[in-house]
Structure formats: C-alpha cells, structure tokens
C-alpha cells in the first residue's frame, strides 16, 4: 500500500502530444506506471506511442477506467484542464504546469473543493488536486504521477516526503536511497501561492498509512503552511516528522524563483516557521543531509 | 508588474472609481503649467517604483504655481532607495482636515485561496505599519473569487471597519476596486488613502497596483507599461533569456535547476562565509545554450569572484549543462572560478565531458556543501 496512487492506478495523461507531455508520458511508462490513455483536444482518434488520444476526458472515460490525471497543458489553459477532469469525475488530479495565473487557480482550487464536497456526500471517492507547478507524486518501485527523474524512486523505503520544490524533492530522496532508508510516496504538492492540496492535507494520509514509519517536510520561505502543518502534527500526528526550510538567507520582499516564494511583512519568514516546527517538537535539518541524522534519531525512540 | 500611482488611478478610472483628478508631468514648467491650469493648490509626487517616497521628500503640498514648479525641480531628478525619479504625479489637493482617510485594499492570500480584502479607518499609514500598530482595526474578509465581492457585503465590511460617510458609496467604491483586482489579475489593489470629505463622497486619493505577471498574457495594453530602466540592467537581460534571476549584494554567482536548489544553494553559499550576488534558476530542461547564457550573464555582474553551479537533473541533463559550461570556456566567457556539484540525469556523461577540459577554472565536486566551500574561499581571495 502506499497513499493516493498505486502500480494498479489507471492514469490519463491531458496534454500528450505535446514536447512535455510526450517525454514524460514515456519516463512515467519506463517507471511502470499504468498510463491507460492521452487527451489531446482535436488530436481524438489518433494514437501516441501506441496509447489512444481522446478529444476529452469524458470521451476517454467511456472506453477506460481513470483513476487520476496529469495536466501537461500550458498555463492559460491549465485551469481549464482541472475542470474539465473535476467536472468528469477523476479523483486525482496533477497539475504539472508552472506559471498559471493566480485568480484562475484561486476559481479551480474553490470549484475542486466544492465537487470534492459533493462527490463525498454522494459516497463518491472525492476528487484531489495536487499542484500546480508541482513534480507531481510516487509511490516508489510501483508508480509515478509526475516528472520525477525515476532512478532516485526504485528502492522502496517507510519514509513519507512532501515538498514544496521539485529539485529539492529529488536531493532528499536521493539522500533517503543512499542512506538505505528510501521513500514510500513522495509528493510535490508545488510551489505557487494557491495550490491544490496543502502540506496539512498530505500529513493524515501518511498518519493512516501503515507502510509510513516517519515524515519529512520540505518547505521553504513565504506563506503560512508550514505553520499549519507544525500545527497539524502539533494536534493530530503521532508519527515522528522532520523538517527542512528552503531559502532562510533569501532577502525580504524578493520573490525567488517561486512565485510562492516571498516574504512579505512578517508573514513568511524563516523565524516564524523554526519558531512553529520548534513547539510542535518537530527537528529542522539545518543542512539537507542533516534530514538523514533525523530520520535515524526519529526512528530510534 | 508594480505599476506607478498615476497607471493605479487610471486603471480604477476605467472601473468607475471616483479618483483624485491628477496629470503627469516630466519637468518643473509642466508642473507650474498643470497647477496653473487647476487653479488651486496641488500635490507634486514622485512616481517610482518603491514604497516610502513621502518619507524620502518625493511627495510636496504645493499652494502656488511657482511653489509647484519649484517643488517638481527638487523631486524631478530625486534618488529614492536607488531609482531616479522621472516622472511626478501632479494632483489637485484636498484639505484632509475636512474630511476622514481610510484604507482599504485586496490583496492574493494563500491561507484563504483567494484574495483577502482589507478595511481600516486608519488611512494614509502602509498595510504593514497598520498591521503592526493597529491588527484589531483592520477589518479582513474573504473574497469569494467566483462571485466576487457583493455590494451586501461591502457595506457590512465598511461598517464593521467603523467608515462614516455616504454607504452606499463606500460600498460601491469597494466593489469596484474588487472587479478591477480580478479582471485585471492584481496581485495587489490599495485605495489609501480612501478620503471621505464632508459631503460624505469618497475620493481616490492614492492607489497601489500590482498585476500578476503569469497573466500579462491577457493584458497586452499593460505591457507597454513596464518600465525595464527601474530594473537591474543584469535583471533585464535575465527577463530576456526567461530566467528567474535576482540580484544580490555578494560575491558568488549561484546557479541551479530550479528555485528549490538554487534558493537552498544561496543558504549554502552562506554557511560557508561567503555572500551571493545572484540568484538565478535556469528552470527546468535547460539545454546547453542556455547554460552558456546563464554563465554569461553572471560573468558580465563585476562583483561575481567565483560561480557555484548546484545541478540535480530531472528534466535538465546534466550533460547539457556540462556543454554549456565548455563552450563558455572555449570562448573566453568563462574567466572566473566555478565550482559544480552536478547530480541526477546523464551525470555520468556530464563528468566525462568535464573531465576532458582539464581546466584550473572549472573543479567539480562530490557534493553541494564541498562545492560552496571552494566557491566562498576562491571568492573570498
């Protein structure tokens, strides 16, 4: 078992034909993902790779059964995207792309949220978005939603990784593999100002998942869900965690490179998120292999 | 993309905000000519792209023409924190003592996935000071970013925060500002100050306006405002080759594949007592030219000693970065130290090429921290 996908998780990939979207669908089948089919809008009826292309998801819904999407479409059309898979009912959805404009992904977050509600009143399966601008997840050694370098997932491992950087998901990883502890999922939940799903809402998946022995959050400067997810595990987790924080040199005021990533005010800062990790007794790594010494000294009381 | 007061005011204008009348002027006689033509005392303020500018003597009552265009030659031409003042705002005054100055402003809040607007019956004072001296004033609510802002409300907002004045007004100016913010993708909308006089009206006297840059896409008539010469020359340049790039005060270049790293790298830069004078995200899939431009953009900033190159391929090849770094070699670009820790995809390729150079300038090393080491010390020589 692992949280969200498993190697039976039956993936749509919206957006294959293009440059990204072909490459990764390739990466995602070599890592033995099932990769049922593709929606291209006008491409339906063609083949990629010798997978089927839709025109829509409901048209791909009517000969496969889809478990979860992942978006490739660029960033004006992204939002879109989400919706239309939200709206045909799939209960995962990845938002791979970068640069989406803030209002269109603060209208899919509300809308997903919403069909979440009602999915889950009907005793439907819910629906999810992760992202976007996001590395998407895996579930090491059984599937990949996303565009993680696979080599780093092989070795399957009890350590659950969230991340709100994609580079940085992958060194810590890589750090977890060759200290001979390795991960069970990894999500890279992205690192714009509105995201799809939250630190604090990945935390109670790995909490009820018995192949998570302990937590490592990656976050980084700007916003408050380090805080919430201190606060989180503060109330609810017995499960040990350890933190990294990205950027504590960065200047005040400056974005870097994320578009989540600014301090502004005293929201955001280094301090307050030491401060929150610190009363929730979750240790931050001060350098990142530093997460391995923690993850051991976590998993020896 | 911040915009200038004056850019604020129109954009508010077009939504149908009562805005303080006002004209921009480039030099002292077109100050003198636009107070003389309002016929009444104006406000000469400096239009630059940085917070504080009444502080630093950028913003001056002017009673007179002559006074006016006095006024314009001492602020024309100003430093504030580093930006030429080139422009000035001429606005037709209000005497503020007859009459109340609120604020009220929206701004993109993550913890409530859509914007948060503010109310506060302190006006004329930044959000941040308000913040700090005065958290209980401020009256905050969620926007619902489908529905917007309703008029309902507004008027509660505007009555909770304690405005006196003309309610259906305020309520009105508030929804408008709310329809801007969204179809205009603000990051960032203020009204302070919102002045009330004693015909209970409100008026616009100063705006703030930041758009969001990954939806400029759509507003193609607010491109043409982007001024580049408020920018670093080194941030221009790296907006043109589609860098993320930030100019810092040190003396290592940094460079990564992906804000994550890179930001993680400068905090390694310092551990190892040395200062970044850069960060730049090369993104991710960079192929050799593009490294070759990174590597000369961060050669051409004269306080960059010596460049850490921090790469963990997943999209990027590392071979990719390790061509671009050789051809910048072989062209005399790369002159000064750089110090790489390479990892991830087509590692292995990328060691091999390196190792062929056989260059003093380039050292490649096993890990991050060994690489920042030999970066901060080379740059510290």
């Given at each position: 078992m692992s949280i969200l996908i498993d190697k039976d998780t039956q993936v749509l990939v919206v957006g294959m034909t293009g440059r990204e979207g072909a490459n990764h669908t390739k990466a995602m089948r070599e890592f033995g993902t099932k990769v049922v089919a593709g929606v291209t809008p006008g491409k339906g009826g063609l083949t990629h790779e010798g997978l089927p292309v839709y025109n829509s998801v409901r048209d791909a819904q009517a000969g496969h059964q889809i478990d979860c999407s992942i978006i490739f479409v660029p960033p004006a059309g992204a939002a879109d995207a989400v919706l239309e898979s939200a709206h045909a009912g799939v209960p995962l959805i990845v938002l791979i792309t970068e640069g989406v404009p803030t209002i269109d992904m603060m209208r899919a977050v509300q809308e997903v949220k919403q069909l979440n509600a009602a999915s889950l009143a009907e005793g439907g399966k819910g629906i999810r978005l992760i992202g976007g601008n996001c590395p998407g997840l895996v579930s090491s050694g059984e599937a990949k939603i996303g565009i993680m370098p696979n080599k780093i997932y092989s070795?399957?491992?009890?350590?659950?990784?969230?991340?709100?950087?994609?580079?940085?998901?992958?060194?810590?990883?890589?750090?977890?593999?060759?200290?001979?502890?390795?991960?069970?999922?990894?999500?890279?939940?992205?690192?714009?100002?509105?995201?799809?799903?939250?630190?604090?809402?990945?935390?109670?998946?790995?909490?009820?998942?018995?192949e998570t022995d302990a937590i490592v959050v990656i976050g980084e400067i700007g916003g408050a869900d380090e805080e919430a997810?201190?606060?989180?595990?503060?109330?609810?987790?017995?499960?040990?965690?350890?933190?990294?924080i990205s950027g504590r040199s960065a200047p005040k005021g400056k974005r870097m490179g994320h578009a989540g990533a600014i301090i502004m005010g005293n929201v955001g800062t280094p301090e307050s998120k030491l401060a929150a990790f610190a009363a929730a007794n979750v240790p931050v790594a001060d350098t990142m292999p530093q997460i391995i010494d923690l993850v051991k000294q976590v998993l020896s009381k | 993309?911040?915009?200038?007061?004056?850019?604020?005011?129109?954009?508010?204008?077009?939504?149908?905000?009562?805005?303080?009348?006002?004209?921009?002027?480039?030099?002292?006689?077109?100050?003198?000519?636009?107070?003389?033509?309002?016929?009444?005392?104006?406000?000469?303020?400096?239009?630059?792209?940085v917070g504080g500018r009444g502080k630093a003597g950028g913003v001056k009552f002017s009673p007179?023409?002559?006074?006016?265009?006095?006024?314009?030659?001492?602020?024309?031409?100003?430093?504030?924190?580093?930006?030429?003042?080139?422009?000035?705002?001429?606005?037709?005054?209000?005497?503020?003592?007859?009459?109340?100055?609120?604020?009220?402003?929206?701004?993109?809040?993550?913890?409530?996935?859509?914007?948060?607007?503010?109310?506060?019956?302190?006006?004329?004072?930044?959000?941040?000071?308000?913040?700090?001296?005065?958290?209980?004033?401020?009256?905050?609510?969620?926007?619902?970013?489908?529905?917007?802002?309703?008029?309902?409300?507004?008027?509660?907002?505007?009555?909770k925060a304690g405005f006196e004045g003309n309610l259906n007004k305020l309520a009105d100016m508030m929804v408008k500002m709310s329809k801007a913010a969204f179809e205009l993708d603000a990051n960032l909308v203020e009204i302070n100050p919102l002045f009330v006089g004693e015909d209970g009206i409100p008026l616009a006297l100063d705006t703030k306006f930041d758009v969001d840059d990954n939806a400029m896409y759509r507003h193609k008539d607010l491109a043409d405002w982007r001024e580049l010469e408020a920018e670093h020359p080194l941030e221009i340049e790296a907006s043109n080759y589609g860098f993320a790039y930030v100019k810092l005060d040190g003396n290592v270049g940094v460079l990564g594949n992906g804000a994550g790293i890179v930001m993680t790298s400068l905090d390694v830069v310092n551990r190892a007592g040395a200062k970044p004078a850069n960060f730049l995200d090369i993104g991710g899939g960079a192929r050799a030219d593009?490294?070759?431009?990174?590597?000369?953009?961060?050669?051409?900033?004269?306080?960059?000693?010596?460049?850490?190159?921090?790469?963990?391929?997943?999209?990027?090849?590392?071979?990719?970065?390790?061509?671009?770094?050789?051809?910048?070699?072989?062209?005399?670009?790369?002159?000064?130290?750089?110090?790489?820790?390479?990892?991830?995809?087509?590692?292995?390729?990328?060691?091999?090429?390196?190792?062929e150079v056989n260059s003093d300038l380039i050292q490649m090393y096993p890990d991050m921290f060994q690489a920042a080491e030999s970066a901060a010390q080379e740059a510290n020589k």
């Open positions: 070795q399957k491992g009890r350590i659950g990784l969230i991340s709100r950087s994609g580079t940085l998901t992958y060194e810590a990883a890589k750090l977890l593999g060759d200290a001979g502890l390795g991960t069970s999922t990894t999500v890279g939940i992205g690192g714009d100002p509105i995201i799809g799903t939250t630190f604090a809402d990945v935390l109670p998946l790995f909490e009820a998942d018995p997810a201190a606060e989180y595990i503060q109330n609810h987790m017995k499960k040990p965690v350890v933190a990294f | 993309m911040k915009l200038h007061e004056y850019q604020g005011k129109e954009l508010l204008r077009r939504f149908g905000v009562n805005v303080q009348d006002g004209k921009v002027a480039y030099t002292p006689d077109e100050v003198r000519q636009i107070a003389q033509e309002y016929g009444q005392s104006v406000v000469v303020k400096a239009q630059v792209h007179t023409p002559d006074k006016a265009f006095e006024n314009g030659q001492k602020i024309l031409g100003m430093d504030i924190k580093g930006l030429t003042v080139k422009k000035v705002l001429v606005t037709k005054a209000v005497d503020i003592d007859k009459g109340k100055e609120y604020y009220v402003g929206m701004i993109v809040d993550r913890n409530v996935q859509s914007y948060t607007l503010m109310a506060c019956a302190e006006g004329g004072m930044e959000i941040e000071e308000l913040a700090v001296e005065k958290p209980d004033a401020i009256i905050k609510h969620r926007v619902d970013p489908v529905a917007g802002l309703r008029p309902y409300e507004a008027r509660e907002i505007a009555l593009i490294v070759y431009n990174a590597i000369k953009l961060v050669s051409k900033d004269t306080d960059v000693k010596a460049i850490f190159i921090n790469i963990f391929g997943g999209i990027t090849r590392a071979d990719e970065v390790a061509k671009g770094v050789i051809q910048a070699l072989k062209d005399g670009i790369l002159t000064k130290p750089v110090r790489m820790r390479i990892a991830g995809t087509a590692e292995e390729e990328a060691k091999a090429l390196l190792a």
